[in-house]
């Protein structure tokens, strides 16, 4: 039983737009959320996090929404540039325990110029 | 970029062979964690260490092992390679105990069991 899904395998996005990748977890214990980009052939690197005491998160074009009595996150990218064309993996994480953390099966992302 | 190399990048070995994968970093991050990615799972923690000589099993250990005798060596070993261990495995550091919970992941290795 997957703790963190990730709904949509991929997502089609015009250049210039905004993307919506939306991410979706269980355990109420998490606390700490991430997302990760990652181009082929290239390990993940780290994208954005947001801490369970906040709702929000934003740096530069990525910005992070959490609803935690959704049990939903959500990473907005405005405006979408072609370089964004990735995979982004949804993680979710217990501060506490260094060891739990789940990641998503990831959304492919295309930016189309 | 974090300094964690991965070796070898690639390697095509046989069923019933051992297999190690290392992983190098100059960090000096006190955990580091071994990942297996495939289509549809996401990564998922094959084993972790928060520091030399202690490790534990992560979600899917079976079939692994690894060891860490110094800070910047983590390495994984396939005692006796299958299928079902084809893979791209990656590699990860963090330091929580800086506050620093995001891991940065190595360039990864492509394991093909034949």
């Known amino acids: 039983d997957q703790q963190v899904k990730q709904n949509s395998p991929s997502l089609s996005v015009q250049e210039g737009r905004i993307s919506i990748l939306n991410c979706d977890y269980t355990n109420s214990m998490f606390d700490y959320f991430l997302w990760y980009k990652k181009y082929p052939a290239e390990g993940p690197t780290f994208l954005i996090s947001?801490?369970?005491?906040?709702d929000k998160n934003e740096d530069g074009r990525f910005t992070v929404f959490l609803n935690k009595s959704a049990k939903h996150l959500s990473l907005h990218i405005v405006p979408s540039q072609p370089g964004d064309s990735a995979v982004y993996f949804c993680a979710a994480s217990v501060r506490t325990s260094y060891d739990k953390v789940i990641f998503g099966p990831g959304t492919s992302l295309s930016v189309i110029p | 970029d974090a300094g964690i190399t991965q070796s070898p990048r690639h390697k095509v070995t046989e069923t019933g062979t051992p297999v190690t994968l290392r992983c190098h970093q100059t960090e000096n991050h006190r955990y580091m964690y071994w990942y297996r990615q495939d289509p549809g799972h996401g990564l998922r923690l094959i084993h972790y260490s928060y520091g030399v000589k202690d490790t534990d099993k992560g979600e899917v250990s079976d079939g692994y092992s690894v060891s860490r005798s110094k800070t910047e060596d983590f390495l994984l070993t396939l005692e006796s390679a299958t299928s079902s261990q084809t893979s791209v495995y990656f590699c990860?550091?963090?330091?929580?105990?800086?506050?620093?919970?995001?891991?940065?992941f190595g360039p990864g290795t492509r394991l093909t069991v034949t």
């Open positions: 947001i801490s369970s005491i906040k």
């Open positions: 990860a550091i963090s330091e929580p105990g800086q506050g620093i919970y995001e891991q940065y």
